[in-house]
């Protein structure tokens, strides 16, 4: 569903302001918006999901492992699909807290995609370079959100995320290497606009969530600071916006209806986007790379 069909439609979470914003500026930020409740839950399964990583000993598609991870020390980069790791993270995102908050920027009938916990131990190494999201699960008009939830808050220290404001505006960047390897990262030569100015740095309180369209350039730098930094990002779209290649993080939930009606007609903007590796191949991560500022 494209932003003037969305905005045909009362909000339910957002006010008219904040619903611009998002769609001018590509980004909205709520501080503390999700319930203490809600957060004690998350970081209790968060805290199991932590202690079933002790028995990892080398990155997989579920659990990306920290540098200095060990049995005694499990330390976290993400964990792929939390939905599908523990029932705790699906009751979240088919939460009202969630699903009318997306339906406010995709429209009333809303569509699940995908999920990311990125733990970001305390003085980790990895960082997320510089890009866009879309072109790693391209869908037939540019409706995907994430919502990210900072679930134990986000200071300076902690490697926030940094936004590009207003980018979704502009082009889509490649997201392959000089060698042809996606690595999800924008080349240093495409990047030559991306001033101070532009870029802001989200950081707040526990609880505090952050809108980002799919199209938006962002990218965080490594966590500085002892303690780990939680951001839960599941993904969301309009019912009638479709993914039409595979997903690189798979999950029985992609496409479930979280919200309202499944879509009668698909939408469609066609604004190109640069074709994904065929992931139904395999997916080669981006860590696999050897790249300094992996994001996928
Ligand atoms: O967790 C972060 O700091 C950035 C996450 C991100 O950009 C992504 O997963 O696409």
Known sequence: MKPQDVLAHRATVLSDEQRCAFFDQ???????????????????????????????????SIYVLEEG???????????SSPQDQHAVFWEFFTDPVMTDLAADVVGPDVKFHHAKLNVKS????????????????????????????????????????????????GPLFSMYDDSGNFVVKIRDKDLRWLTDDKVRTITGGPGTTLLLNCRVVHGSSPNRASAARPLLLPVYSSADSFAYTPSPIPSPHQGDIVRGQPARFASFDTRPVEMPPDWRFGYKPVWAHKKPTPAY
């Open 69 to 79: 991870h060990s049995r005694n020390t499990p330390r976290l980069h993400r964990v």
């Open 26 to 60: 590509g980004f909205l930020v709520l501080p503390d918006y999700v319930p203490q409740a809600w957060l004690h839950r998350l970081r209790a399964a968060m805290a199991e999901l932590l202690d079933r990583s002790r028995a990892v000993t080398q990155s997989d």
């Open 122 to 169: 305390g003085k980790g190494s990895q960082g997320f370079g510089w890009h866009q999201d879309i072109p790693a699960w391209p869908h037939t008009d540019f409706s995907p959100v994430t919502i990210g939830v900072y679930i134990d808050g986000c200071t300076d220290q902690q490697g926030p995320l940094t936004v590009a404001e207003g980018s979704h505006a």
